[in-house]
């Protein structure tokens, strides 16, 4: 019943899990934590956790450039299916869930990454633990390896999944309010530049601007966030340096 | 000719610009990231002639690596030109030393990796592999921060960041391009040097290949791959020699960074101010700067140009390498500085070892002007650095120099790049505006989840702990946040705070739902306990009482706050977690609001909660001991206590006799299957959901499920979407009302449907089914009584037992109950609440929860009435009355000037009037008309001075102000120049009464309506007014008054009292517009033609004052010209003239008289113009008659109604053109053909024909269905009628297409409830959304969203339809009491009844003469038939019958012929009448529709449901006696003065009785409680005095 759901979202001017509407969970991001590939993250969005990896750039198989594009990005995602307490199938290799999710990121990515520098690159993105807005928690993962592994971007992607319950913007879902049904929108930006927005359920017209602002600035927020994780990655990295 | 390629500028900080220029004329500037190299590569590659072949070759080459990558990718390289490119690569890695790549772990992958780098595959550097970890470490990343002055007439203190791109560290420079650099720039201002330099070869060949891939013109001329060369960090002496060079050089190093950043401002404040300038040109010829360059070397380095625009020169090949720096200073100007490092490479092919760097820096504004460049050679460095590799880079002249021309085309790009450069700075300041914040301190809760078929799932739920969670007490001195909207606060006032264990929360909740149990904190721990374990009745019920702010129930979200959290030690259970959590809250309470209240914690026992040492201020108790110490002296808290302990404690009997037992179930009824496979059987059609309905006559064995998805399959069509289920087994512990889902049974054991009105002879069997699971119970309160017992016996009052109470309602099954009070139940009603029914038990389970009083008298039944139609209202709290300006009896309320000043005044400019029934309290109405007369017929207005001091001219035409009255004793205005005034109907002489009297004349022009009408009703048009209560004035939206009338939704008319919606003082005093008092009210004032058509419309809120308050008779003897003197005494507001001024009475009369004959005659043209569109009158449709009598005049009702009706429509086409998706109007669908079949079945029996096509054709032919002779036939058909359409409904515009709007019944496209604000909670969101659409901020706040509007409407639309059926209901135990007490033979019961609806074995009745519907029997259940023996006469010649008895003799009287005697009953085929043969002689006696019939009436007593009518036959009459209707007295309300003068009597008679009884039993020391009479009688004196308030104020 999304009805008995629905104020259960908002209870008390707050969320299921003592968030604001307007809070962002917890974002800890940790960078080259694989050392064998050539970028690496490893992010956590709350409870959401995800690992991305970045093979490449290498070259790319002639069949896989096409005369329009000669880049390939090509993401694979996978969530296996340890990743979540609800979900527990085993996904095959074709799953059309993850080849859509991983079609979302290639799509976000490829307005960021200068396509044009490399002939192709691989990345990975692993699942190990979902609780919700995974997709965004995926493009901001794929950024930061991507930082990590030196590809030339436009600038920083960051992404947020904003829900509408109450007349009120949820920043950041869990899953349990992804569950619900609410209208959600998932939104990737760079700088005030939306490079990706999706829409999960129905969403009214009118709901749409309020939630995109919210969106953008909630974005802005990720990306800072993230970026002092950076920041602190590579002083940390200096200091080593120079301490050798 | 230019082409610019700007690919990657985005985001840029770190910008390469590949320059090349050909012919002298071309240049092309190619704006690239870091690492160009890859251009170049990229170009060589779609130089490739050819790739099969060289794939061959590549796959050799990996080959020779002994091992074939997994994903081995063909390398397109090979071709002799990329031959060169590896080559140079190749050699380049040599030469350095150390590869600027550092090779990755896995040696292929770094192959690979760097052959599409580096376009060649085998280039691999051994002392890469070799290097330990340690050493990739290192190499990773070197960053050098030293400060620099980088130019003379640049500000000191710059500082330069040298990021060296060699090897991996490499990525950092990219990251730092992409994330950190401008934060590092915003920090420190450096500047961000990319030190790299740059490897070109000339290649003469690949130029012409160039212009083959430079298909995007952007791209890269270059013939040559770019290797981008890694500058190593110079150690660290050099690095300090270098800036020790610097700062001596620079005027002020360091010191002076802010001075610095000052003038870097002020730069750009100067950018910014100056105008838009040329297109920049940056340009210089190389040679001429050649010399220049050098011996700027031999200084720092650094050297200043001037630009020389618009000089070109052709020139070798160029590359620049660029890096963009950006100063926070000049970036938060809007200005963009462009650093650019330019690497050049001059020389033929084989200079492969001369490489040089300059350095060009370029400020550009946004518009693109230049600042200025210097350059730099970067030789030196380079020097410096390679020095440390050992290798001396040779210093080569650049034979050329670089351009840079920045074209108009590039302007608007780097605006882009600004654009996209300045973000950071606008996110930095987004972060600081927006609310979205991060949250920081977590915890993780593990939940338990129990799901379907044992599964059991374990979820983990973060938890955000803060501190600043609201307490919700009103006590609390450390400002914690209010609690969120719709969340109620605890009172301050209070003794204690209570707080429920988990446990006790869930068993016990119904006691804290009491008003009597106040300031309950229940804590989230509670809650979500309730939610998991106590379903989700019990959970919507909770939240629903701490939305309600009546209540004072608080959510206190523990398990958020920081100190109240812990997390669950191993070992401990969820419970006991739980308990643990209830504790740390209560105490953190205690503590929080500074021990100000004491905290008692509730726990009903179960769970042994780990007691901390230190209590901390909370008293623990059991709910036992709770009841006890604080609730004892409260029987309802105390009662529902023992109620609920009796319950849980027969529940766990029961389970626990099961679990020790261990049988399984007995098996009485299938168990229900689970949510999941309903679900899913519902979605692939096996099962259907519906709403189950249980037959009321045919009782318990058979019910009907309405499907809510309409029929899908053909079978169902036919009978209307509906499933019959039969027997209990198949309902399968189903209740009326739950939402069931079925499952059809094969067609051969269909059965017959019961009897109805659409049976015909060759009905086939139903759709039959049975009920597989319920979706949702629906249950609700249930008033019940004991059955008494047979024997009587067993009476030991005090155990515990289990009795069955029959609920009041007959599609109930009996509940079983445990409780210690049979014995004081036994006589009673009483509610029940259902707690479950298990698969085994063969009636529900169910707990007591209040008693409501003795069998059989009114006030219970009355009560019962309510509780049944889910109408219960508790009294207004004191709260809610607080909310109301306070009127006392020597304080009326008055009207506020500052109000008065907002609004129009209608006081003096028109006559307001109020019809009404009789005896009407709440008058929410009033209506105004007049007529405007043309000015010519009044050549002169004569203006006595004595009563206006001042004259008002229309100031807009008189530029002349007003005539002071000292100056001139009279004024006399001649009529052209006074060519408007709006003259009040029948005021001829008296104009004054609509002259304007506002005070400032100067202002009248705009301000003063009355002037500006004055004027426009010139013409002989009608003004209409209707002036409606302003009830939104008082009641404010969201407050607790608000709330409460949006919870009742309607007033109640019962047949002898009422519950208001709202405050008796709003709905009785401020809000009723009594006659000679100023109220407010919100008014619709139409402009009409003399023939209605409406000219102009006016809404707004207006100040009036009611001149009459007229009843209906009053009148319509004024309508209908009775003379003055008899009229006026029974008009209150005139009959003092009658004594003092005739002339004023005749005038006011005449006055009188002339507005409402005009009001009728307006309102039958409207009428006739509705009528003509198909407007229907119907009973009982829309005119609903107030609290009154059906027998009204049936003119000023109409009319009245009629002016309502306009106004509504109005009104609702008002708000819909404003607010289309959230206003709230009232459809009246029209009604499917079928459902009119009956109707016309009827009609044809008497001779008439219906045509229901369309409302128009119905109400036409309505109108021709009459017959002299019997009023009734009429009637009856209208009301047939009635029974064929739906229900008008409210909905909100926004959850309706648009072509749903229309009103059938009313032929109105457009319609709503505007006109009864006192009554209709839709009336005031309808007032609401008016007066937001005329622009008023606070009434547009209060709109509700149309999804909640929605809900509201549905809501509102049930409680009329509950508030309807109980009035009826309520007329019926009237009647039921009023029949009760005549003896048998009385004249009274024998009353003359119209057939009006024949079925199987029984015919359809009405009784015109009380209002009943009935249905008398002809067969009964036994077979046997009635033989209603031979007509009679009239009504008079039966009146000596007997009481209907089994054996009368024959001929003189009904009687009843045994089953077997070959008596039958029959219907005719065409269902019009029935035939009754009575016995072998084949005696046939018809019934057919509109016959008429005497009936007996008498009461049907039942002890569990209440009493009901019967109507028993006595005989048939032949011909119609017209005036039987008519005969005899005793209208509707006569009988209810009657019942109730006896009631009072017998309840005089039992207060007496009481007393001394009570008197008997002084010395007895019975509890209050134990005592059945006492307690009853108890109830019975609050109730009785309740109604003599009640009705004291009704009739005042």
Redesign the interface.
Known sequence: ?PD?LM?DIL????R?????P??????RAQLGTQ??A??SALLEH??SRLLATV????????ADLSPEE?CVLRVLYNKPPFAS??ERRRRGRGDRKQDETALLIEEALGG?V?K?????SQIEIRVLQS?GSELSAAINAVSLAL??????????LAAVTVGYCD?APL?DL?S?EQSAGLPSLTVAC???RVLHASVGARLHSQQLDPLLA?A???C??V?????QD??AH?LA??C??SA? | AAAISLEGVGGAYIICLGLYVCGGLVLLVELLWLASNFVRLEVAHRGAPEIGAQRDRHEELLSTDGVRPAHSKPLRSAVPELEAAQVSGQRFAGKCGRPWHQPLPAARRSKEIRSSRLGSADDTPQDGDKSSPQDRMTSKISLRLHQAVLGRGRPPGRGELLVDAGGPGRKFVRSLGVVLANELLLLGEQQLLLGLSNKADDGEGQREEAGEVGEAGAGVGEAEPVVVRPRHPPPVEAVQAHEDDLDEDGAAGQQVHGAAQLELLEIGRQLLDAPLGDVAVAGEAADDHCGDDEEDEGEDGQHLHSVEPGRVQPAADVVVLGVVDVPAAVVGLGHIVLGVQVAFEAGGPQAEAEEGALHLRLQLDPVGRHEGHKVQDAGQHSADKHATEGEVPRQAGPKVWCWLHVVGAIQSELQDVMRWTIWPMASASLCADAPVLMATQRANKHILLRLDRGRRVRLVREVYLRSDVPCCSELCRRGCQAPADGCASLPAALTHYVLPDCAAARAYWELFELPEVEGVLLTLTSLHHIQGAGGRRLYNRVKSQLRDPRQSTALFDNEFQAECWRDRRPGESEDQHAAGLNWSAARWYAQHLDYAIPIVLVTDGTVEPCQPEDKGGVDVLSVADYVARFHGDKPQVTQIFESLRASLAAAEAASSAEGSAGESTRGDYPEHLSAESLKAGVKSGQFLQGCLHVSRKSGQDTAVVSLSGGAQMLELKASRGEILIVGQRDRNRAVHGDIVCVQLLPKASWAQPVEGEQQTADSAAAPTGRVVGIAQRNWRDYVCSVEPAADGSSKDSGASKRILAVPWDRRVPKIRIATSQAAALASQRFVVRIDAWPADSQYPNGHFVRPLGAVGHLETETQALLIEHGLAVREFSAKQLAELPAVTEDQPWQVDPQEVAKRRDLRQSHLVFSIDPVGCVDVDDTLSVRVCVPVSEYPWVYVPVSEYPRVYLPVSEYPRVCVPVSEYPRVCVPVSEYPRVCVPVCLCPIILDSVCQCPNILESRCQCPNILESRRLDNGNIELGVHIADVTHFVKANSLCDIEARQRCTSIYLADRRYDMLPLLLSGNLCSLWSQVDRYAVSVIWELTPDTEVVSVWYGRTVIRSAYKLFYEMAQRIHDGEAMETAVPDIPELAPLLKRDRDLLRRRFAQLREAVSLLVGVANTIKARRMACGGLELEGVEVQAKFADPERTQLEDLVIAECMIFANHWVARKIVAYYPSQSCLRRHPPPRQEFFDSLIRCAQARGFTIKADSNRQLAESLDSCVDPADPEVNRILRTLATQAMSNALYFSTGALPRDQFAHYGLALDLYTHFTSPIRRYADILVHRCLLAALGDSEAEDALLPNQELEAQCCLMNERHRAAQHAQMASMQLFQCLFFRARPPTDPLRLVEAVVCQVRDSSIGVFVPRYGIKGSVRLARSDGSVLDAGPPARDLRSVQAAPPLAEAAPDGCGPRWIPAGSGASVSRDPSGGSLRVSTGPEQKQQVYSLFDHLVVRVSVAESHSHGPALQLDLVARLVSKDAGAADAGGGGKADLVRQVREREEQQEEERRRDLKRRQGEEEGGQQHLLQSTGTLYHFLLDTARRDAKRRRGSGQD
Request: with cysteine; net charge positive; hydrophobic share 35%.
């Open positions: 019943n008995s104020t209870l008390n001017g707050r299921v899990d003592g968030r604001r307007n809070e962002h969970r917890l974002l050392p064998q050539d970028g709350g409870n093979h490449g750039p290498a070259q790319a198989r002639a000669d307490m609800t960021v200068l044009q520098l490399y002939r192709r609780d930082m990590d592994a030196g590809v030339a971007m436009r600038g920083h007349q920043v869990n349990y760079v700088g005030q919210c953008s600035r909630a802005a927020c990306a800072n966030q993230l970026g950076v920041k590579l990295a200096c080593f340096q050798a």
